[in-house]
């Protein structure tokens, strides 16, 4: 591919900022920079036409953490990493919701909801006796004297589940697609370039720079990368990362819908939300982890079957339903739920292991990738 001389000059050349994704991360990481560095040249590059990976695939949930995800968090960190955890979680939602407002999110705050199936009545028996325990661990992070978490009878005609839900009474929900808008929106105000379909292939030291390399066999160079690709990273650093594809469907309008709010069920493997009187269930990939540890986009029978049974037969069984649309995204994952953010070369660094908790963290992992750039 051939560039003319002022799509060189003016896209590709002088970069003091490269940022290789245009996600929540990248976009946050992006206007965080512009922020410290009024006059830098930032660039954003996306290997697709949307982002790639999870930011605009995901559900929506404006969320920190169920009983049962706080509780088995528990048993793999200690008390003050998972307080640590719930922190980063709020605080990042604090900062998007601020960034952008809660208008152009959509946000609303109906509360969330833990579902436990008839046969975890374990989990939903030890979930329930540790609500005062969890309820008195968050005092820590929202310092507030009313409990987050409490039972409340199902209201929902769900089936096949245990008749007694647990609520959050902060978690809410927003559209994702206009938080994304709202993120380009502002950097196209901030003067930072965004190129999509400019899949960044490899980078290499040039010269004190950083020379980038396109899968359309243009270069080019940058004083400064920051790695905001999540789930792809792993091409261009070794760490505790792993793809992870979460599938998605969405249902046709349906009319009189009376679920409202976000849920979790089954340890959080399956999630759905209403959105524009639909429902929106994703999840399943404990199903098969190994299919479904991939950047690939894609759907299989096995997940798409499970998520409609679970329609037909927990959460709309008496309300006819058609599928209206269906997708994939991919996560990063590891085997700690703490984000990776360093610099993994000179002048190269990286936010990523969002561990599935995008929305609640990305604006807050962008500022802290931005700020490891010290001025020069």
């Known amino acids: ?3 003319s001389y002022w799509e060189q000059n003016i896209w590709l ?6 940022i290789i994704g245009s996600g929540i991360v990248g976009l946050s990481c992006a206007l965080a920079l512009r922020d410290r560095f009024p006059k830098k040249k930032i660039v954003v590059f996306e290997k697709g036409m949307l982002p790639s990976g999870a930011s605009t695939k995901n559900a929506g949930f404006a969320c920190f953490g169920s009983i049962s995800e706080i509780l088995e968090d528990l ?24 960034n952008l407002g809660d208008k152009q999110l959509d946000f609303q705050q109906w509360g969330g909801y833990e579902v436990f199936t008839e046969r975890d009545a374990e989990l939903f028996s030890t979930s329930i006796e540790n609500i005062p325990y969890i309820n008195k661990l968050l005092k820590y992070v929202f310092h ?9 009878n199902d209201s929902f005609s769900f089936k096949n589940v245990q008749k007694q839900l647990l609520f959050n009474r902060l978690e809410g929900q927003l559209d994702t697609g206009k938080m994304m808008q709202g993120l380009i929106q502002k950097c196209s105000e901030n003067s930072i370039f965004i190129l999509n379909n400019a899949e960044i292939t490899s980078f290499s030291a040039n010269n004190g720079e950083i020379l980038l390399e396109m899968n359309n066999s243009v270069k080019c160079s940058a004083k400064k990368v920051c790695i905001a690709t999540n789930g792809f990273a792993k091409q261009f650093i070794n760490a505790d990362l792993q793809p992870a594809r979460a599938q998605v469907l969405v249902t046709k309008p349906i009319p009189n819908l009376h679920i409202k709010g976000t849920f979790h069920l089954d340890k959080g493997y399956y999630y759905f939300r209403n959105i524009h009187d639909r429902i929106l269930l ?14 690939e986009p894609g759907l299989t029978h096995l997940i798409q079957n499970e998520l409609e049974r679970l329609l037909r037969t927990t959460i709309l069984p008496n309300t006819p339903f058609e ?6 995204g991919v996560m990063g994952v590891g085997k700690q739920k703490k984000p ?5 070369q000179s002048n190269v660094y990286c936010g990523v292991r969002l561990g599935g908790m995008g929305v609640a963290i990305g604006s807050s992992v962008g500022k802290q990738l931005a700020n490891l750039i010290e001025p020069t």
């Open 144 to 152: 507030d004297e009313n409990d987050i978490f409490s039972v409340r």
């Open 323 to 328: 599928i209206d649309t269906r997708w994939s």
């Open 75 to 98: 048993t793999t960190h200690s008390e003050e990493e998972v307080i640590q955890l719930i922190k980063n979680r709020v605080e990042g939602l604090q900062l998007l919701r601020k």
């Open 1 to 3: 591919m051939n560039l």
């Open 13 to 18: 050349s002088n970069i003091d900022v490269a």
């Open 282 to 295: 994703g999840g399943g990939r404990n199903l098969d982890f190994t299919t479904e540890a991939t950047t």
């Open 340 to 344: 990776i953010i360093k610099e993994v």
